[in-house]
Structure formats: structure tokens, C-alpha cells
């Protein structure tokens, strides 16, 4: 089956920083875009990061300021979320999703062709 497993969130003070990993088992990785996505409670998602499936073409949401990168290293299947300078309004519960379409939001979560990982919590308290 088409699964992406998301790990490396936790708690980190501001101006920490954390590396989030996703990988892919069940499809071809290297065919599909990788988005992140994160929601804060009782909020809508808010769109982070796309990056191409030959992570040529990368786009991120102005907010987040030139704080975030993505990454992917497609003979691992695996892509990554380093974030840096951590502020507690980046608390959230974030996802990676693979989808084959490329955009600039949040891929739909009702696309049964777009696969999402399970969701890491990031807490950015002191």
C-alpha cells in the first residue's frame, strides 16, 4: 500500500531548530511532488513548501520568510523539512503529502491519488 511516514517533531525553544524526514514505501517517490502542510488548532492548513519530484523547483510560503528548506533525496525515498529560527507561532501539527500534481497550497486532502503521512507535532515553547 502507498504510505509516507513522517518523524522528527517534538518540542524546541524559540530559535531552535528541527529537521523533519518523510518517507515513501508503495509508489514511485521520484514521480511525485512533495508538499509540507501544517495546522495549527482549530485552524485551516496552511500551505509550507512544495518541492518538484526532481527537487529542482522549490516554493515556499512568504511568511515563513527564507526560515524553512526543503529537501529530497529520491534513491532513499525520503524528503525532508529543515527548519530554522523557530518561533511559537510555528506550533503545529505538520504534514508531508505526495500528490502528482504540482501547486502552490495544500493538495486536497479528498484526492484519493494524493497520499498524507500521519501528521508530527512541532511545539515551539520556552
Known amino acids: 500500500e502507498e504510505q509516507v511516514v513522517e518523524s522528527g517533531g517534538g518540542l524546541v525553544q524559540p530559535g531552535g531548530s528541527l529537521r523533519l524526514s518523510c518517507v515513501a514505501s508503495g509508489f514511485t517517490f521520484g514521480t511525485y511532488h512533495i508538499f509540507w502542510t501544517r495546522q495549527a488548532p482549530g485552524q485551516d492548513f496552511e500551505w509550507v513548501s512544495t518541492?518538484?519530484?526532481?527537487?529542482?523547483?522549490?516554493r515556499y510560503a512568504d511568511s515563513l520568510r527564507g526560515r524553512f528548506t526543503a529537501s529530497r533525496d529520491n534513491a532513499l525515498n525520503t524528503a525532508y523539512l529543515q527548519m530554522d529560527s523557530l518561533e511559537p507561532e510555528d506550533t503545529a501539527v505538520y504534514y508531508c503529502?505526495?500528490?502528482?500534481?504540482?501547486?502552490?497550497?495544500?493538495?486536497?486532502?479528498?484526492?484519493?491519488?494524493?497520499?498524507w503521512g500521519q501528521g508530527t507535532q512541532v511545539t515551539v515553547s520556552s
Open positions: 503529502v505526495a500528490s502528482r500534481i504540482l501547486r502552490l497550497d495544500t493538495p486536497p486532502r479528498t484526492d484519493p491519488d494524493n497520499y
Open positions: 518541492i518538484s519530484e526532481d527537487g529542482i523547483y522549490k
